[in-house]
DNA sequence: CATGAATGAGGGTTCATTCAT
DNA sequence: CATGAATGAACCCTCATTCAT
């Protein structure tokens, strides 16, 4: 389909030559597609980079809920380790987008998308963790704002400092130990607790 | 002076325009000089984003440098506490610029400065926290990698989702509780841990 | 068609205002087209420049090789004249835009042009006089090239010294007069020579 | 003396960078002198290249009619010799300053300078060969003119041409070779004529 | 609807020239 | 007088956007 086919060329491009090289003709030329044509789906080159990141987001979002969806009534442990594992493998998939998109961020007012994004999360996250059989929580909303800043903070500067394979495979291992730390030191006392 | 007039001119166009609208003409007007007189102090446009870029981090570097130097000898969490509050102090000090920053960072190849800054931070913060009187680490590099990963990402995460203050200030509290659960869960058992 | 009109565009600013004020801007708007559209057709000034220059020395070129071919076996009085008479008559034609490209030659590396021209014209002529019906050479290539330096940089002066009709009637007349007692001073003694 | 420093510089600028990185700065620079001394000198850059071209075309002048001066009463053979001699040593002695110069010549209107040169020259090769013992010219202006045309032309061809020092050689002969037949051919019998 | 040539405002950069020191 | 930092008009070139075909 075209649009799918202008959304992968923003991304190639912006991969390839960065956003500053990113212009409509060369998106549209990538696309094969005229000009003219990718107008018609897109009134301005501000919707399209618009558009690209919220698909994106989308994405990642919907990757989020799907796995906190299919992970009610977990351990906080196995929550914490798929969390972090649900996020770090969606931006590693393809580490040059992630990276690519990461910096273009700066080219586009997208406070909405990540505020939708970043409630989505949070709602998705909450409810599994809210569900956890072995931990409750007397503030639920500010520890999953807690635990995602940190985890999506983490992530950002792995790619960010662009450290090395086996730094990030040490690096998630102590992502994971510190959220768990942390959730085991703000979670109350619970009945629920006694087979820890 | 001329070359503090340009950098302030830059941080504000930057600020109010974004990184977008940042063209030499805007910031030699809002400098009051002539863009003439901005390619002596800087040989083309990216060369001045880079400088005010290297001059924020080197800010930066020094005020977590310094806290880290007076606080050797002190308890792992004074240093957290401490290390949160000064590293947030620093962003917090002019959001709005800090959040230009952090915006901007896609239009400078910037991974040399962000290398050099996160070396100055690791060193300073592993001399600090190797000093540390309650806690020994069996592998200090990387507790330390992971401290400051999880500390200036979420602080990031803060400025990029536009938290309200109220929310910053629980966030903050719980990163500090969060970061010393993790030291206390990968510290090694020791003698000076006896007071515990 | 566009190009062509950009073509003459480029030689009217070039006649007008010299090559120093020969710009983008100038040049597009004499053509009645945008700055946009010549670099649609141009990569650069000097693309532009190059081409023109290209184009002229093509159709010199030409006008030479036409007459070399039309006149084998002649007697090489009617050669010289002919020759001197062609390549004056194109450079006489519009005698404003020759001066401007004898003076714009400067602004382009056209080596490559020259020695293209130069290689052109040796052949053409060398052609030519090697079927003389009145005369043999020893040497022709060295011939050649001093027959075109000669005329080549006499015709040159004129446009420099910018002599008047009447003096350049003349020269002309003793160009083609010394032209042919060079030839007959350097020719060899040959049995085809009887009729002299 | 300053003025020499200058003069030399942008002569050197000229050969290095070409008439198109010929900057006041530059030239400041390489003389050693501050662009606002160099302009208490020339009011502007046109002045400069000016007198750059004056002084050149004097220095030709001077040695074209030093030897004319010194050759009067000779042969037109040892004249013609002499003659094609001192241009080419002239122009030779620093080939690159000659192709810049010869190259530089658009950014000025120089007609003046080339026609003072030019009366120069007649004038003094006219009065050597006005005194030559073994001929007499019907129309010395005319033969003077066509002489210098064809030597001067000749002589920038093979700078535009850029041969190679076997043919330039070569080239050279042929000239005199070919500027002492057009004599002998135009040469009005005479009694001084017994002698050939 | 698709095309892509045409547009031209606006960007980065240079450099001849001035003038306070 | 010499200096050279400051100026800003003017240059080359790009690219988002339009619209005749």
Redesign the interface.
């Known amino acids: 389909m075209t649009l799918d086919a202008i959304f992968e060329a923003t991304i190639q491009v912006l991969v390839a030559d960065g956003?500053?090289r990113l212009t409509t003709t060369r998106v549209a030329k990538r696309a094969g597609v005229s000009v003219g044509t990718m107008y018609q789906y897109f009134p301005h080159k501000h919707s399209l980079f618009y558009a690209v990141n919220e698909r994106y987001l989308d994405v990642l979002a919907e990757k989020l809920e799907s796995f906190c969806q299919a992970h009610r009534g977990a351990s906080i442990e196995q929550m914490v380790a798929g969390l972090v594992k649900t996020y770090w493998s969606a931006k590693a998939e393809r580490p040059e987008v992630t990276r690519a998109l990461y910096?273009?961020?700066?080219?586009l007012d997208n406070?909405v998308l990540?505020?939708a994004f970043?409630r989505r999360a949070d709602a998705a996250t909450a409810a599994m963790f809210g569900s956890a059989t072995d931990a409750d929580f007397a503030d639920l909303p500010?520890?999953i704002?807690?635990l995602?800043?940190?985890i999506?903070?983490?992530?950002?500067?792995?790619f960010?400092?662009?450290l090395e394979a086996a730094?990030v495979a040490?690096?998630l291992r102590?992502?994971r130990?510190?959220?768990?730390?942390?959730l085991?030191?703000?979670k109350m006392p619970s009945l629920k607790g006694d087979a820890e």
């Open positions: 956003p500053y910096r273009s961020v700066a080219e406070e990540i505020e970043g500010t520890v704002l807690t995602l800043s940190s999506f903070g983490t992530v950002r500067n792995v960010e400092r662009d730094q040490t690096l102590q992502l130990l510190m959220c768990i730390a942390y085991n030191a703000v």
